[in-house]
């Protein structure tokens, strides 16, 4: 029965200090506490309290818009997100401010993480996984980045993610030698194994798993896989290889291309490119739930997600199936560096306020 109906019953205690928060009896003591009435539909919500700790809810509490002034804007940016619009375009299109997107955005890529991280855990073994860094820049050209991603061979899954700080690198004038070496001084380098930790970061999770992990020829793969101390067998393709469907990398190739096809980001020339990392971690997480369980694996062909060849999915997801419920941090087992992402840790070095995400009730 729907949160917003009389005869709903909360699953659990919100609150994660309490014994009824994860473990369940028949006789946990909850009893309704009336209505209050708010603007947003629906206009009456039922209030709950938890006799055994004394905290008071209610049936918002367990939804994705709890605490939230515009709520059904959620539902529209993710497709926004998807659709290669940046911050500016979707709140022209909403008749909404820059800043209130923001924060739908980075709060719905909380949630994405969440959301992968329950869908990931139900998937015990894989065949053959590939990987491959994606490359981008934070702020300028002078903080570039890279997201270190992995999918699944034989169904297209996006599986994980994580990201690596570089060091401006290629062709550049004297004078922006002179930038680099200035803001290095200022802000200090980055660190020059930096891939290979993400790497190591980025399988971790995964060699379990998996067989065969599959990449190009870059340096600091091997280094990374032989660090977690797993026999799985890797297998190199040279990056200078005609990247179509023959090619083993195809995967992640499509992946990458389609990375850069649906975010504004993330385009060859563009004026949307990412202030900050923390913000083009929470796109992307929005993006990985997309591309697994609502985009169809291939446009032509039958409706097929990769969620549902990997058996995690019966049917392709519509927006509303992401944002069925909330999802509580503290019921979510999230790797160290998703654990920072959800806290809104990563830095960008450039800017001197970096707010975390400290909010005890607006997850």
């Known amino acids: 029965m729907g949160m917003g109906t009389t005869g709903w019953v909360p699953p659990h205690c919100p609150n994660p200090n309490c014994r009824y928060f994860n473990a369940l009896s028949p006789g946990w003591p909850c009893v309704r506490k009336g209505f209050y009435g708010r603007r947003a539909r629906p206009h009456r919500i039922q209030r709950f309290a938890c006799r055994a700790c004394k905290r008071h809810f209610s049936t918002q509490t367990f ?21 290669c619009m940046g911050n500016r375009q979707m709140a022209r299109a909403l008749s909404c401010s820059k800043s209130t997107v923001g924060h739908q955005v980075a709060r719905l890529g909380r949630h994405c993480l969440l959301v992968q991280a329950r869908e990931l855990s139900k998937i015990s073994s894989l065949n053959e996984i590939a990987i491959d860094g994606f490359e981008t820049f934070e702020w300028s050209q002078y903080f570039p ?9 034989d169904s297209g899954y996006f599986l994980y993610h994580t990201d690596s700080p570089l060091r401006r690198k ?40 998996a067989a065969t992990v599959r990449s190009d020829d870059h340096q600091a793969y091997p280094r990374a896989i032989a660090a977690l101390g797993s026999k799985i067998a890797h297998h190199i393709t040279p990056s200078k290889q005609r990247r179509d469907d023959r090619n083993p990398l195809w995967e992640i190739n499509v992946l990458d291309l389609m990375i850069r096809h ?17 913000a083009s971690i929470e796109k992307l997480a929005v993006f990985q739930v997309w591309r697994n ?23 392709p997801w519509r927006v509303q199936d992401l944002l069925v419920r909330r999802l509580f941090y503290e019921k ?17 070095t450039a800017l001197a306020v970096n707010r975390a995400h400290n909010l005890k009730y607006a997850f």
């Open 262 to 278: 649906s975010t504004a980001a993330h385009k060859r020339e563009t004026i949307a490119w990412a202030k900050r990392r923390q």
């Open 145 to 153: 980045f890279h997201h270190n991603v992995a999918v699944d061979v």
């Open 293 to 315: 369980y609502i985009k169809k694996r291939r446009e032509k062909g039958g409706r097929v997600t990769s969620a549902m060849l990997l058996g995690l999915s019966g049917r």
């Open 63 to 83: 939804s994705t818009s709890y605490w939230q002034k515009r709520p059904e804007l959620a539902f529209r940016i993710v497709s926004m997100v998807v659709g």
């Open 170 to 209: 290629g062709r550049m004038t004297a004078t922006q030698k002179a930038r680099r070496a200035d803001l290095e001084t200022q802000l200090g380098k980055a660190h020059p194994r930096a891939i290979e930790a993400g790497v190591r970061t980025l399988l971790a999770p995964l060699v379990p798993r």
């Open 332 to 348: 979510t087992t999230l790797s160290e560096p998703w654990r920072d992402y959800y806290r809104r840790r990563v830095r960008t």
